[in-house]
């Protein structure tokens, strides 16, 4: 089951999830009501969430090639917010749509805002130090290049 390529996309879509949860338990267990607190708690919440992923993709760029671990990556996080949005209100005793239209989309902008933040801030890392999937294998290539025996013409 592991080794399915849903179970990662998954692991990490719940992953985004819990984090959610947690931020929620801490707000409605120790402030609640406190609208100061909920907002630190949202923006604490997100800057992890944004970290996480730049963990993630700095891990997954250097042993895949960009084609084939942003589309799992924008999986799980598109799933992670579905749930963060859509059933993360649950937890703290309200509806998703309890906010109004505009409090729902905010929601859904910030996330996305801080996750492609995350993942870019992972990829530039990983470019900038050349540990990435390409950077490797041009370097790769060049070594080989380099290595390999000149031709001898015979005239």
């Known amino acids: 089951m592991r080794q399915q390529r849903w179970f990662p996309i998954a692991v990490l879509a719940l992953s985004l999830f819990a984090i959610n949860l947690v931020a929620r338990l801490v707000v409605r267990i120790g402030f609640n009501g406190n609208d100061t607190a909920e907002s630190r708690a949202s923006v604490v919440m997100f800057a992890v969430i944004g970290l996480v992923l730049a963990t993630v993709t700095f891990v997954q760029c250097q042993r895949l090639p960009l084609s084939r671990w942003l589309p799992d990556l924008a999986a799980a996080v598109v799933a992670g917010m579905l749930l963060t949005i859509l059933v993360g209100p649950f937890v703290s005793g309200d509806s998703p ?28 890392i990983a470019t900038a130090l050349g540990r990435d999937y390409r950077s490797k294998s041009l370097r790769a290539y060049a070594e080989k290049r380099t290595t390999r025996p000149r031709r001898v013409v015979g005239r």
């Open 97 to 124: 749509f309890s906010g109004g239209a505009g409090n729902f989309f905010s929601q859904i902008w910030l996330y996305g805002g801080f996750a492609i933040v995350g993942t870019l801030l992972g990829y530039w």
